[in-house]
Nanobody
Framework: QVQLVESGGGLVQPGGSLRLSCAAS????????MGWYRQAPGKQRELVAG???????NYADSVKGRFTISRDNAKNTVYLEMNSLKPEDTAVYYC???????????????WGQGTQVTVSS
């Protein structure tokens, strides 16, 4: 089985920064795309940023210019650098990965348990 473990969440003041990490482990042959999603209370889960195995990235309009997604393929880890944080960034952030477990098989979608990010003074 594949597990995604997130870390780096916490409480930060407006304008501050946080760095989230997500490490995938278990039976992994290859990981295609990885991404970060978030869900605020009363709202639907939304894509924050995604990155392909070739380092092509995409971002939600609300975080462009403030957040940066990156990955270390050797460590099966994806990062999210969050700068100039705003109260509206407060949410549970979830890591996602498309993982090929067995060679030549179709990738499966895996999710982390989520990490809380709270932006407040």
């Amino acid at each position: 089985q594949v597990q995604l473990v997130e870390s780096g969440g916490g409480l930060v003041q407006p304008g501050g920064s946080l760095r989230l990490s997500c490490a995938a482990s278990g039976s992994i042959f290859y990981i295609y795309a990885m991404g970060w999603y978030r869900q605020a209370p009363g709202k639907q889960r939304e894509l924050v940023a995604g990155i392909t195995s070739g380092d092509t990235t995409n971002y939600a309009d609300s975080v462009k210019g403030r957040f940066t997604i990156s990955r270390d393929n050797a460590k099966n880890t994806v990062y999210l650098e969050m700068n100039s944080l705003k109260p509206e960034d407060t949410a549970v952030y979830y890591c996602n990965a498309e993982v090929v477990v067995v060679i030549a098989s179709a990738p499966r979608d895996y999710w982390g348990q989520g990490t809380q990010v709270t932006v407040s003074s």
